[in-house]
């Protein structure tokens, strides 16, 4: 990974000048057929675009799994915790923008098209604010318009345009060197609690050394990183329980355990509460 203003610039421009041919929404609706395989929910909105070739995602639309490959001037744009999956089985080149609360993450990737996935982005940009007013407008306008509109299309290139600006007035990363890593490690944990990670492989991904990940995850939240990993595990459960789509166990699966037992004890020592019986109430909550 490289930390680089003007290479990231180059690449943002591009999909700025790219005519806009389709634009597909992630939706937050759990997916009927979901269990297949596992979706991402990042918490904050985001946008996929190749940049070069053919980019293939999973994604939810209208209560089912949708796998398309996209092509260069068409997008995913995925609602806050809109469920979407990258596929690594082709050759291309893509960006990634995720909007959060307090920055702007932008990433490009060159693929080789042999899977697995990449360890990290091959260049990246950290903004030191969020989008401006008139950036979120037009990310709203995107996701709130009729699909695939003329309007919604000149909207995202106004937004690309408005991510291109921000980032040719951004001078440095966002505050001190701390927040930043931070920021980059919450990312990284975020999308990949579901998997078998451990300290040292998350060290080795994100090029920390073992000791100063464990004293950041140790100051910002209070907990160490297994405990962090199982309360985004937990958090995950609870969104998935307040919806009647997925079983337990592919519950369980979703949120990174392999064994549907061990995943009710855990479930119980946080809250006091079967999954079943979470659920049940959450249900009855909503039809009140």
Same mark, same amino acid.
């Given at each position: ?12 421009r591009k999909? $700025?000048?790219l ?5 597909? %929404? ?14 991402? &929910? ?9 940049l ?7 994604? $939810? ?13 068409? $997008?995913?744009?995925?609602?806050p ?38 360890d990290?982005?091959? %260049?990246?940009?950290?903004t030191a =604010?969020?989008? =401006?007013? +008139? ?9 709130? $318009? ?7 299309h ?20 966002s ?35 073992? +000791?100063?990940? =464990?004293?950041?995850?140790?100051? &910002? ?6 405990? @962090? ?18 079983? %337990?166990?592919?519950? +369980?699966?979703?949120?990174g @355990? ?13 809250? +006091?509460? =079967?999954?079943?019986?979470y659920? &049940?109430?959450? &249900? ?5």
């Open positions: 990974m490289k930390i680089d203003r003007e290479i990231m610039l180059r690449h943002l999909a $700025a000048s005519k806009v041919k389709k634009i597909c %929404i992630a939706q937050t609706k759990p997916p009927s057929d979901s269990s297949k395989f596992f979706i991402t &929910m990042p918490k904050s909105p985001r946008l996929i675009m190749p070069t070739r053919e980019k293939r995602i999973r994604f $939810a639309e209208n209560g089912s799994v949708q796998d398309r490959i996209f092509i260069p001037g068409e $997008a995913l744009v995925c609602h915790l809109g469920w979407s999956s990258e596929v690594w089985d082709r050759k291309h080149s893509m960006i990634s923008i995720v909007f959060r609360d307090r920055y702007i993450r932008t990433l490009f990737i060159h693929h080789s098209g042999q899977p697995p996935e990449p990290g982005p091959d %260049i990246f940009f950290h =604010s969020p989008l =401006s007013p +008139a950036g979120a407008c037009l990310l709203h306008a995107v996701l709130s $318009a009729r699909p695939d509109s003329e309007s919604q000149l909207s995202l290139q106004a937004l690309l345009r408005n991510v291109v600006e921000t980032v040719e007035c951004d001078q440095a990363l505050g001190v060197r701390e927040n930043f890593n931070w920021d980059y490690v919450q990312d990284y944990l975020e999308t990949h609690f579901h998997l078998n990670i451990t300290r040292e492989t998350i060290s080795k991904k994100l090029h920390l050394h073992p +000791a100063t990940l =464990s004293r950041l995850v140790r100051k &910002m939240t209070g907990l160490g990183i297994n405990e @962090y990993i199982s309360r985004l595990r937990m958090d995950q459960a609870c969104k998935l329980l307040t919806e009647n789509t997925l079983s %337990i166990d592919e519950i +369980a699966d979703q949120c @355990y392999r064994y549907t037992s061990y995943f009710i004890r855990k479930f119980r020592r946080y809250y +006091a509460d =079967s999954p079943f019986s659920r &049940m109430k959450m &249900m009855e909550r909503r039809n009140r």
